[in-house]
């Protein structure tokens, strides 16, 4: 079985590319002025990571949404398309440059009024939210150490069957290269393994970009 996969080509990337219905001048624009901070760029999620997070919202009907790391806010812009109507999304960022392009882009695709942006550590925008379960869907995509902090303080607060999304859980190939124990890298695996031994939840990691793990809450009396 380890066999069943397909290796992309940047061919076969860009055919994966064209094959999205999604076709938005705003986010043709955003990756464009994203393109101007140079190497910082490459924290913007792929295109069709965006895609897959607003089917993943609207199939949810998702009312409640988080955001970990917002950057320029393409992902934002994502989640928020694809919440039910009445939703919200809070974005959680320490960085005031980054995220000024972002609220400029929100304005721009018509979705700043379902967004809030909280400029704070997220570890302490999180612990400061009501412990309710009030949370449907959750993206994870800031800096990776305090990945399993943000995991905790979100899973209380997810209603059961709700999402937490996880980005870059492949971290370039390297979570498989037991030689590469740098901070980042030896977190992301930590969180991986964690996850998907974890009761709480049941997860499946799947190969979009530099890796997305899915994690959904059990309800209650649920069994593995």
Known sequence: MLDKFTKLTPELYGYVLE??????PVLAALI???GKLGGWSMMQIA???????TMLARIMNAQSAIEVGTFTGYSAISIARGLAPGGR?????VSEEWTA?????WQRAGVAERIRLEIAPATDTLRALPEGETVDLAF????????????????KRLKPNGLIVFDNVLWGGSVVDEQNQKDDTVAIRALNDFVASD?????VM???ADGLLLTRKRAAGETR
């Open 32 to 34: 464009e002025e994203t």
């Open 206 to 208: 799947i190969p979009v």
């Open 140 to 155: 994870i995509d800031a800096d990776k150490v305090n990945y399993k902090t943000y995991y905790e303080e979100i899973l």
């Open 19 to 24: 094959h999205r219905s999604e076709r938005d």
């Open 199 to 203: 009761p709480r939840v049941e997860c």
């Open 89 to 93: 999304l809070l974005c959680c960022d």
């Open 47 to 53: 295109p069709e990571q965006g895609a897959f997070l």
């Open 101 to 105: 392009i972002a609220r400029d882009f």
